[in-house]
């Protein structure tokens, strides 16, 4: 099935490649489209570019603020749940204890329910506990996303690490947690930082639990407070799409920075080596 | 040899691993699984937030002490003003008085130590404290108190309304003060709120739940079907040596790592029925009547959230398919080129058994996630138009958050933790092997 492309093969690519990339394009030529013109014509080029949009859409909100918030709950999430996986993944890829399956299984289940299901309980939890509208109050309840992603996802890569290894370790007297922290880390690292990426997307992106605990202004995340943009009469589209160019372009940066790690760590989950 | 050092304690492997496995498995259990089990306890009660009878899940006839410590305050701070306003109506307050007094004594008399419990919070109400616990602020009280109270609140308010028939002009505010804080502290009295599984009869017998169902459940085969159809056919495409493969990945992985409400709100934009381009042209083409269809009907509000899910997961998918067609061996294509099979005959028998675990394990994941799909549909259609396009979570949402109503919102939200139960241990049954296949030491 490995062939070499031919001249129809690329067509098709760039045809698939701007059917995908299409609304990122639309959405940057209409930013850049004084406010006149993205109400009353469809023209893709605008002749008097303007970057009045981008000044407006950080102006009407903080927007910068959102995505600082958005960046230290990100960070604090991977940060923790990456310590705490690491752990637990390897402990069932390399330790000889009981209820591997179990534990396994019950960290799957628990990556796959719903978070509306919790929802209300951590709510009120958040609430009691007075951690509304802090970095804390998403912290908590993004464990529950990214630790069982985190988990799933290091147990393939630490698996992978030759056995030999840590055995000869062993023969040198190195403790377990020695062998763990000199060893296995280490040449798990790639493998770690594609997770610590994964996990880092997965609570950048969350909305759910962002909308509901951190309802203060000052304390929403970027995904919260692009969906506030539009208020309930106008439709502000010029900040809309503006605002909509400026986050995209720490992820597009991300993605192509780190496409071939993410790409390992996606496929870890689902493919069969 | 090695000489035999003094070692420090330590603990053995297997320990070690029990104490390494320990963190998660009580994160995982303290943040998901006990506040899905209080999600299913607080489904059984009529428990609503914005009603001060009902913000609490009763089991039996309570008393709030903080809303009665408060009120009984606040009566009697009025009374006062009623008696500077009004001096001859001192003998109608002492009867109040007397009368509120001799309920009060026999509530405090009613259980041990609830006096002490009632100083507590009065001292923390006087120095403006929360009282967040709820051991401390409700108390079981016996029926007959409760209902010697509710009429002695019923007498003295008409009593006060007798006074103020005739009150001076300055008293009649205070007065109506005091009887609408008398009929207050009935407020602290919370009748029992458990129903049982009332708000799943409720909530079953909607119709607007069935709606929300069948949407999420038309969505999620929908998309997922649509989503590894394309994302199979782009995946075998793309399966060769070309160049600019890395840029290629990256163009398709941005959609899929852009926040969903991101996306959700360009694809508002690119949907609208004046300045969208996707309606305009759809329209123009003659996909739809006028370019508004899209948002403001209901078929159209379900294809624009649809369109946008699929655009969004698709290359997704495509990658996923594709890791899984790298790893077969191309020996095997070659095998069957000698033996003379096509295309079409190597597809069905090489290609699809040989990724069957990859395509089964991306539909799984997908089609969780499209079950339980919220922020997508929450920001493009709001659920709308005529909630035709709202989502089981979104609907659960609505009755959480938007209306107030945790009993019923728990309800729903335990419906769909059960609904996504079911489909991934259908799906684990298929596939169960081969997602713990090389994740294990054995």
Known sequence: MVKRAGVGFYIFLIIFVFLVMFPFIWVFLTSIKPQG??????????SNMTLDNYASALETRPLLMYMLNSFVV???TTIISIIVASFTAYAVTRLPIRFKGLILGLVLAASMFPQIAVLSPIFNFVTDAGLRNSYLGLVIPYITISLPLAIWILSTFFIKIPLALEESAKLDGATPFQTFRKIIFPLAAPGVFTTAILVFIAAWNEYLFALTINTDD???????????????????????????????????????????????????????? | MKQPKKRRFQLSERQLGYAMVAPSIILIAVIIIWPI?????????DYRLNDPAKAERISSLSINLETYADNRYLVYDTMEDVREAMPDAGGALDDITT??????????????????????VNTMLENFQPVNDEELRLTEVPEEWADGFANTLDEQTAAVQALREGAPEEAVQPLTDLESQLSNTQGSILEPNFVGLKNYTTYLGDGRTWTAMLNTLLFTVVTVGVELAIGLAVALLINRVFIGRGLVRAAVLVPWAIPTAVAAMMWTFLFDGQSGIMAHYMAQFGLIDDPGALLSTGAGGMFSIMFADIWKTTPYMAL????????????????AEVDGANKFQQFISITLPMIRSAILVAVLFRALDAFRVFDLIYVLTGGGPANSTESISVYAYKLLFEQQNFGAGSALSVIVFLSVALLSTIFIKLIGSDLFSGRLKQ
């Open chain 1, 37 to 46: 013109e993205i109400f009353s014509s469809f023209q893709w080029f605008s």
């Open chain 1, 74 to 76: 990100a960070t604090l």
């Open chain 1, 218 to 273: 000052r304390w929403r995340t970027i995904p919260v407070g692009i969906s506030f943009y539009q208020s309930q009469y106008t439709v502000p589209w010029g900040d809309i799409t503006a605002a909509t160019v400026i986050v995209t372009i720490p992820i597009v940066v991300l993605v192509l920075l780190f496409q071939r790690r993410i790409v390992a760590g996606l496929t870890s989950g689902s493919v069969k080596e």
């Open chain 2, 37 to 45: 089990m209080l999600s299913a306890w607080n489904s059984l009660f």
């Open chain 2, 99 to 120: 009368a509120l007094d001799e309920q009060h004594e026999t509530l405090l008399n009613t259980d041990e130590g609830l006096a002490d419990r009632y100083e507590e």
């Open chain 2, 320 to 335: 996923l398919l594709l890791a899984g067609l790298q790893t077969i061996p191309r020996s095997l294509y070659e095998a």
